[in-house]
């Protein structure tokens, strides 16, 4: 078997390179190396040697490591918590009108509750006082209360209720139509709703909560699913009809019993799937996201 004489052994290609590219001067190194691609790849290859040998090429730096976080460092479930606390009630770029709208009905009930008014169960002139929908006040020059109403609550499960489902919905719309859509939408909905409520108790009615707007966020979120406004895969899309039309159905069927105003449930799902929903889509355009700023 035959053995090759070392890479740079006396008398070699290569060393005789070496030496014949240690005469030239920089300029014809730098140009030989920048140009390698029109001579042959030992020319190239002996410039740049020759370079890297006089000190003349940087030091590449080599690129770091990706970060992995370890099971030390990976998120816990306090952390998580944490996260999913400073959302529901911090506002942020990204989820800035459902935060607002929380910590607003918590502000109202902690006002309520500081005055004197029950946190468990609310006499009927207390809510009035605090801005109920009441038909004889709302339709005799009272009208303020079709947006007041939706801010008070008839005690702690009643808000706690809603202000789960606001977060929710809050999170699966927001952030595909913006702070100001939801918002409209939201007050929209929470009109209609009491309106709604207006209309069908026609004998008289004194009606407080979210739920109306809550309904009409609903509304938004199957209309968004009907239109295609969601990024969403065909199996995804049935999937999360599936749902939303199965919470609207038994909150609806649970409403039957109890002191529960179905009629602005209605109202406001039916505002926001055919009126404030639709018109919320002007501009938007479809799979796109809208950032807060």
Avoid at 123 to 144: D, E
Wanted: charged fraction near 15%.
């Amino acid at each position: 078997m035959e053995s090759s004489p070392p890479e740079h052994a006396p008398g070699s290609t290569a060393a005789l390179a070496a030496q014949l590219f240690a005469q030239k001067p920089e300029a014809e190194l730098l140009y030989l190396a920048q140009n390698s691609a029109r001579y042959p790849p030992a020319v190239g290859a002996a410039a740049v040697a020759e370079l890297n040998r006089r000190g003349l090429l940087p030091d590449t730096p080599r690129p770091a490591p990706p970060l992995v976080k370890t099971e030390d460092e990976a998120e816990t479930w306090p952390q998580l918590l944490g996260h999913l606390l400073r959302g529901l009630f911090i506002p942020s770029r990204r989820f800035l009108a459902t935060p607002l709208l929380i910590d607003a009905c918590l502000l109202i009930f902690g006002l309520m509750v500081l005055s004197g008014v029950s946190a468990s169960d609310p006499t009927g002139p207390q809510l009035i006082h605090w801005g109920s929908n009441v038909t004889y006040l709302t339709l005799h020059g009272q009208s303020w209360r079709l947006l007041t109403y939706m801010f008070v609550h008839a005690g702690l499960s009643h808000l706690l209720l809603n202000i789960l489902s606001l977060w929710l919905l809050g999170l699966l719309v927001e952030d595909r139509v913006g702070p100001l859509r939801l918002l409209l939408v939201y007050l929209a909905c929470g009109v209609g709703g009491g309106l709604a409520s207006l209309w069908w108790n026609a004998q008289g009615i004194n009606s407080v909560g979210a739920s109306g707007a809550i309904f009409g966020l609903y509304g938004l979120l199957l209309a968004l699913l009907i239109g295609k406004k969601l990024v969403l895969d065909k199996s995804d899309r049935r999937a999360m009809l599936g749902l939303v039309l199965y919470l609207v159905l038994s909150n609806l069927l649970s409403g039957l019993t109890g002191n529960i105003d179905n009629a602005a449930h209605l109202g406001g799902l039916a505002t926001g799937l055919f009126i404030a929903g639709p018109l919320a889509f002007i501009g938007l355009k479809g799979g796109e996201k809208v950032e807060a700023t």
